[in-house]
């Protein structure tokens, strides 16, 4: 029995197979699909406005302080 759920061409599926595919992009230098990285640059720019929109946009003084405060 697969431990692997079966594709029924849900976003997840697509999601799921992105990322298996990135992974081995990253960690076994496989070539990444342009269709692949397009998905994902897509998905990142939906979630990074998402944030934005959310919780607004930190300014560079303020960013600064804070990682001085994890620094210390």
Do not use: C
């Amino acid at each position: 029995m697969s431990t692997k759920p079966a594709f029924n061409g849900s976003l997840a599926d697509t999601e799921q197979t992105d990322t298996q595919a990135v992974l081995k992009h990253a960690f076994e230098r496989t070539p990444l699909d342009p269709d692949i990285a397009r998905r994902v640059d897509e998905r990142a720019a939906k979630i990074t406005e998402q944030v934005r929109q959310t919780h607004g946009v930190i300014d560079d003084e303020t960013f600064q302080l804070l990682l001085a405060d994890d620094e210390s």
